[in-house]
C-alpha cells in the first residue's frame, strides 16, 4: 500500500512537472514566435555613394568619341518596307518589339499568316523609333481614340497575354 502511494506521488509530481514543463515551452516558443516575426532580417542600408567616377585627371590619356552618338542608318532592306504613318495614330496596342528588323519582318509574316481569319492587314501599324542608342520597331494593332477604348479591346484580344498601350502623341 505505501508502495501504491510512493508510486501515485511520483506519478502524480511527474505529471505536473510534465504538464509544467510543456506550458513552459509553449509560453517560450510563443514569445519567441512573437519576438522574431517582428524583428527585421536584415537592414539595407540606403545607398548615397555616387555610382559611377569620371578622374578629373585622365593622367594624359585621350578617350576618343566622347562626343559622338549612336549610327542609325536604315540598311537597304528595311528602305524597300513601306512604313505607316502613325501621325493618325492616338492609342495603339503593341504587338510586338525588336530593334532588328529580320525579327520583326519574320513575327509580322507568322501573325498575318497563322491569324489572318481574326486581323486584318490594313489594322497593323509597322513603325520604327530612332534613338541614340539604335532604331526600335514595332508592331501594333488597331487605332483606338482614347486609352479606355484601347483597355477595353484588350480584354477581348486574343493574340497577346499583356497588353501595352501605346500614347504616340506622348
Do not use: W
Not at 25 to 46: A, E, T
Not at 57 to 86: A, R
Amino acid at each position: 500500500m505505501i508502495k501504491r502511494i510512493i508510486f501515485k506521488r511520483k506519478n502524480n509530481y511527474l505529471l505536473k512537472y510534465s504538464l509544467f514543463l510543456l506550458l513552459f515551452i509553449i509560453i517560450l516558443y510563443v514569445f519567441s514566435f512573437y519576438y522574431f516575426i517582428n524583428k527585421d532580417y536584415f537592414v539595407i542600408p540606403k545607398f548615397t555613394d555616387k555610382y559611377f567616377v569620371i578622374p578629373a585627371n585622365k593622367e594624359g590619356e585621350v578617350v576618343d568619341y566622347l562626343d559622338k552618338k549612336s549610327l542609325n542608318n536604315i540598311d537597304e532592306g528595311v528602305q524597300d518596307f513601306e512604313f505607316k504613318n502613325t501621325s493618325e495614330v492616338d492609342f495603339t496596342i503593341q504587338l510586338y518589339s525588336n530593334d532588328t528588323f529580320e525579327n520583326i519582318n519574320i513575327y509580322l509574316n507568322n501573325l498575318l499568316e497563322n491569324k489572318k481569319e481574326i486581323i486584318d492587314h490594313e489594322d497593323i501599324f509597322v513603325f520604327y523609333k530612332k534613338t541614340e542608342i539604335g532604331t526600335q520597331y514595332f508592331i501594333t494593332y488597331k487605332n483606338y481614340i482614347s486609352k479606355n477604348n484601347a483597355f477595353e479591346a484588350c480584354d477581348l484580344l486574343t493574340i497577346v497575354k499583356s497588353c501595352i498601350i501605346l500614347n504616340l502623341h506622348n
